[in-house]
């Protein structure tokens, strides 16, 4: 990563910083980085979706604790004041979520609430890990913060999308009516090293399918589109967006934009083996297309993705 | 109301019903209809924006008792099997719940959840009273249930609309998941006896202004439009609801739809003297449009409203 003029969490001094979700794929770059910058970090996971091995990375480190708990029913922190409370605890992909429809449902709005309550008690900031599926099926392309979304809140996915609504709609009362100095990020379909390989979303399916010689499943006709960004990234925007106060969401994400079709196309020049592919049928409620505009971001931290998705498959994969 | 051919809880046998916002205005009448037809009525009610005159109404009534409670915290029953639970807590009026954004939020969420697991421990039916606001500010007109809405996750506004959602996908959640025999309403607005006075919707506001001779405050030109349904409407439209097994949200609204301008003239004719306005600047996301489409209402519990706004507003203020 080049040096960069604005701030971020490089150049800031050491903080104490409180992250749910910390055994979690996001979560745990989140931990790396911090550490590796000076800072403090206390980490808390449940394991519904995280991984142990995620904790093991950091046991050691003299500057990392970690607590076990389901941030849900509280956050059980009781050591010094907090710089940050950063909320990344929620099972994040469709399978995932869908097995723990009601859990998902509670980490946004309890586990929200109760680091919202935590962040107060510290007077500390709070960053709310929102997603691009607050967007639902979008009708507005690229999808700039402005736009409203398009979820059905009754469907399957309403689990996932409806709790993160509700998790932003909950931030921002917190930060007009109590003061609490939030942030608000949503992630657009992020990958790297340490996603689960039963994550469930397209990246690590056809990865894991390609690395097996076996055929990659495509649902529908190959032609909706994703947008990767890859992890290094979105830790790079969330360091910076910490150093500036601005309140309202902020999309991070890779606008650079493949079709099912084009990403089968690139996973082959990635793997040097040629793939076949199998179709199935779309799941309901699927979006067609997801892609972030970005301008927001660049305005207010200069941000922008720079890897390439060729580039990020070999180092996620090691390829 | 005449005879209907259609099951309702007028033809049940009695019946165990707890309903949360018992000293709300919707919460009032259905406690007053369950118990004429015989039913025994558990009423919870923390008083946030309920009123002690709701519950006084049946304070001495044999089969009801009350529960002074926050349902976000907890529903401390611990009587009889229960046939239903009914959840209409919630501020529900932009002025009283932008005053409670937090505890708004909660009844939506924590709220709907005690009652989901109260309703679950008891294999009871659970009743979920949500709102028109699940629609925002829309882009299809009228609005059919299958419509997913247009609402700002991040305004004034969200701490109801998005706990509504949330609402609406933890019911959902908990039918697929765990088998409760759910029941979703979408209330559009209602009028009739025992509002609030301050209620700070725009029928309560228009008529107690004129009986004041005071103007009436219009909002932007006053031709956004709005559609009123009289009370007993909806709680006929309830009671038919709980006897037929569907699970997906229903509309239950007036589609008669009149612009501010036109609510005037009404207003005008009940009243019997001139009427004056004066006009203000519209609230941030204010919806343009509301009006419910009813066929779903009309094909599986055979409802139409029966009530116009005129015999409606003559009734609700005894003119």
Known sequence: MPETPVPSTATSHPLRILITGSAGFVGSHLVERFLNEGHTVIGVDNYISGQVSNTDLFRDHPRFTFIEADVSHGIPYTGEKLDWVMHFASPASPPHYQQFPVETLMVGAQGTQNGLELAHAHSAGF????????YG???????????????NPIGVRSCYDEAKRYAEAITMAYHRSRGVNTRIIRIFNTYGPRMRPDDGRVITNFVHQALRGEPLTVYGDGSQTRSFQY??????GISRLMMVKYHDPVNLGNPDEFTMLELVE???RVIGNNVECVYYEI???DPRQRKPAIEKAKEIIDWVPEVSLLQGLKEAYKL
Do not use: K, M, R
Not at 129 to 134: L, P
Not at 142 to 147: A, D, G, H, I, K
């Open 137 to 151: 099926d979008p009708h507005v392309h690229p999808q700039p913060e402005t736009y409203w979304g398009n979820v």
């Open 283 to 285: 799941p309901l409620d």
């Open 266 to 268: 690139v996973i082959q």
């Open 127 to 134: 960053f709310l890990a929102s997603t691009s599926e607050v």
């Open 231 to 236: 992890i290094d990234d979105l830790v790079e």
